[in-house]
């Protein structure tokens, strides 16, 4: 019954697929010259036309209206059911990192659940914290298990399904041990244990391997399938929100961190995710959002670069259903993301933008940041402050920050150095 229900998405996926192939869909555009013109809609006026002056009514009307407006349009409803959990402390190296970080793993398992695969936690803590007072942590999900984050011996190799890499280290969807630290230059660790912060990292495929029939092993097997098919059914980007505040509730009961200054963090898809966890979920302290792109930190009708078509045709398994019908009128949706980007206010946001990735529309992530700041300016806060977009290397911003980096779509050590420093300016000095 699952598979009979879950076609037409599928279905409606491959009909925009040939849509496309019969050019019925308008280019992707990456002349600055021919990004029509469009109107933002303001958000600080209410659905029905009223202004916003006071973090009151922000917080009390406008902020729970775009919540609902951002489920019912993009990411789809995040069930309010608790998935009961048991925490599992399956290691602990007290000399991890050459002896400057403690290493912990923990299974979450999902009680009620044991066919479900569980997420399994890694967690760094560094041992030289001035002062002694519990670290700040990221938290953010990798895209090729734990194991591909460093090549530190001691870490499980995920079990998991992965998707096949050409280069052989991945084979019949399961990782060999050639894959460990295949993206270590995504988590420089080193760096980040000598700033004094804690990692939590966790594989994205735990919560949802990402394919379009991958919630059949994943969280939406138990929690909202998408049998239901509503138009607000969560999907895979809704999946991995939700497991960044899991992942959260766990740290909680840590005692080695200080989950009260927690900053989520996520690349590209991640990206997508790690914003939408952020505006969901206020105890995630501060959000950083690198190369999100379409879905994630740009603007959607600003017409440069990936479009809602092409996401939802490539990836019909992301967004709700109801997101495919914005698709060649991004004007009539009744959001656009620098709104999603307001609802982190008043906490410290970051998006991050790389000169290579034009898919992601650099300027357009870098515009969507300048416009929360009205909503930063309720509370007293300093955004972007300013409408040039940077050149390259030329961080702008406070509460809310942006960076240029040369390069393509990644994550970079330089990257993470602005991270760090903007961490360090903003939660870190609220002990
Ligand atoms: C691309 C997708 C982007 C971004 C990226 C990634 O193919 O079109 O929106 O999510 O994948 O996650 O690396």
Not at 17 to 26: C, E, I, K, R
Not at 50 to 69: A, F
Not at 293 to 313: D, M, V
């Amino acid at each position: 019954m699952p598979t009979l229900l879950f076609k037409p998405l599928l279905f409606s996926g491959l009909l925009f697929t040939s849509l496309l192939s019969y050019g019925q869909t308008p280019d992707i555009n990456y002349d600055e010259s021919k990004v029509p013109p469009y109107t933002l809609p303001d958000p600080l006026v209410t659905k029905a036309g009223k202004k916003v002056t006071t973090v009151r009514q922000w917080e009390t009307g406008r902020r729970p209206e775009l919540l609902k407006l951002f489920a019912d349009n993009l990411y789809g409803r995040t069930p309010e059911r608790r998935l009961k959990t048991r925490y599992e402390v399956r290691s602990v190296d007290s000399s991890a990192l050459g002896g400057t970080a403690i290493r912990k793993q923990i299974s979450v398992v999902w009680t009620e659940y044991p066919d479900l695969p569980s997420l399994e936690l890694l967690l760094y803590v560094p041992k030289n914290r001035v002062g002694n007072n519990r670290p700040p942590v990221f938290v953010g999900l990798n895209y090729m298990g734990n194991h591909s984050i460093t090549t530190e011996p001691g870490i499980a190799l995920s079990t998991h399904w992965l998707p096949n890499r050409p280069d052989g280290k991945v084979v019949n969807n399961r990782a060999t041990e050639a894959a460990r630290g295949v993206q270590q230059s995504r988590w420089p660790l080193e760096l980040i244990i000598s700033k004094g912060y804690a990692v939590a990292t966790a594989y994205y495929g735990d919560l949802e391997p990402d394919h379009p029939e991958g919630w059949k092993t994943g969280i939406r097997s138990v929690l909202d399938p998408p049998t239901t098919a509503r138009p607000d059914s969560w999907q895979a980007i809704g999946v991995w929100a939700w497991g960044m505040s899991r992942m959260l509730d766990y740290l909680e009961t840590d005692g080695l961190v200080d989950a009260k200054r927690a900053i989520v963090i996520g690349h590209s898809r991640q990206g997508k995710a790690a914003l939408w966890a952020g505006a969901q979920d206020q105890r995630f302290a501060a959000v950083i959002a690198n190369e999100s792109g379409e879905g994630g930190a740009a603007l959607s009708r600003r017409i440069y670069g990936e479009t809602i078509e092409r996401l939802n045709s490539s990836f019909p398994h992301w967004f709700c259903p109801q997101y495919r019908s914005y698709v060649n009128r991004p004007e009539a949706l009744p959001v656009d993301q620098h709104e999603l980007l307001a609802l982190i206010a008043p906490r410290p946001l970051y998006v991050a933008s790389a000169e290579g990735d034009r898919w992601a529309d650099p300027k357009g992530e870098f515009l969507s940041a300048r416009h929360t700041d009205p909503v930063y300016q309720l509370y007293g806060k300093k955004g972007i402050g300013i409408d040039t977009w940077p050149s390259v290397h030329q961080p702008v911003g406070e509460t809310v920050r942006y960076h240029l980096r040369t390069g393509e779509h990644d994550v970079k050590r330089y990257d993470w150095e602005q991270f760090l420093d903007f961490a360090e300016k903003t939660i870190d000095r609220r002990q």
